[in-house]
Every structure is written in structure tokens, then in C-alpha cells.
């Protein structure tokens, strides 16, 4: 269900912030000055904002914080435990459900930099592929990781640019951008009904079959 979300920036300009949440707005058909609960703390640390946003989950009713980035949030060097921990337990007690924005190694982008306890911390880890164009960004999601919910297939989203920035923000036919899907283990045939029909709404197994060029008899057991 919706719920309030607060977004702490230790990344971008305040100004960067802005200019993106009125493009990602009109992308998603909102008014362009919708707000954004945001705490804008560029070359700060976690620590140095945590009381604020104690504050901010509290008189706001906030159901989801958004940390911009793990790697900015401080506490020490990250490659060890202890940090890795200690930062996990300040967004635990922050709000019930946070979202961390990782970067990965240069050398491994299969998993978040810094002591596999990040892997330990979380319930559900998404790792982002990107392939784009002049005006169009391809974006895979893959679950890598998750506790209490079931692992699905890549999810695609499609974004598409102007001379100003973002214009369009949509979910992807399961047949667009084949090359997100390169090196990853093919999909069984539920994991590409299930998109299909996540897709394509009702359907019956002759239109599932050959749309996605299996058989029949198969899809139809499925079903």
C-alpha cells in the first residue's frame, strides 16, 4: 500500500536532487512540483543525519527510508564487519523497511562493495544491469537474494530521454532488450508464462504456446 517515503542523500547537490524528482514526476504522470520528503546531507555521513531522521520517520509516519548511497553512510572502512553492522543496525532502527542504494567493485559487480555482512543485513538484494542508447536507458532487475518472498525472473524497465532529461518511465515487453538477459541462465518455461500472463493479462495455453513458442500441452498443464 502507499506509504510515505523519506530519501536521505548523501550523494548528489540538493539542486541534482530536485531536478530529478520533477523529471521522475512528470515521467509518472504527477505534478511536476509533487514533493519529496528529503534529507540533503552531500559529504556527510549516516551518523551525522540519523537524529534527523529520526525525527522526519516519526512526525511524518514514515513507512520506507531510502538511503542514497551504503557506501557514503560512513562508520569506517567498509571491507570490515563491524561498520558494515553498525550502519545495518542505524537504518533497522531508523523505519521497518529501508531501501539502500550499493555500488559494486570494479573488478565484480555481482556483489555490493565492502564485508559480505551487507548480504547478511538484508532480506531482499537487487542487482541493476544497464544498457543504453542516445535516448533510451534498459534497466534489469534481478533478485540476488531474498528471505521471505519468492525469486522471480528479470524485471525490465524502460527509460526514455529528451534534450532535458527523463520523460518516460515503463515496464518492458518480456521480448525487448534480449541483451539484458545475456550470460544469465535461460529462463524455464513457468518463469516466461508467468511474465507473459504478468504482461499479457487473461490468456488461454494456444495463445500462451505461441506467443512464446513452447508446447502447448506443456503451458497448458502450467495453467
Known sequence: SPTRVLFINLERSAESVRRRVGRVNRALGLPPNRTLLIINARGHTLQNVIESARRSVQDYQVGLVILDSLSRAGGGDLTENRPVNAIADQLNGLCETWLGIAHTPRVDESHVFGSVMWDAAVDTAVRLIGKGTETTLAVGL??????????????????????NGLTTVRQARHDEFPELEEGLAPPTLKEELIEYIREAGKTSATDAAKELKRNRSNVANLL
Open 142 to 163: 534481478i533478485m540476488t537474494k531474498t528471505n521471505d518472498v519468492p525469486k522471480t525472473r528479470m524485471q525490465k524497465i524502460a527509460m526514455e530521454f529528451d534534450d
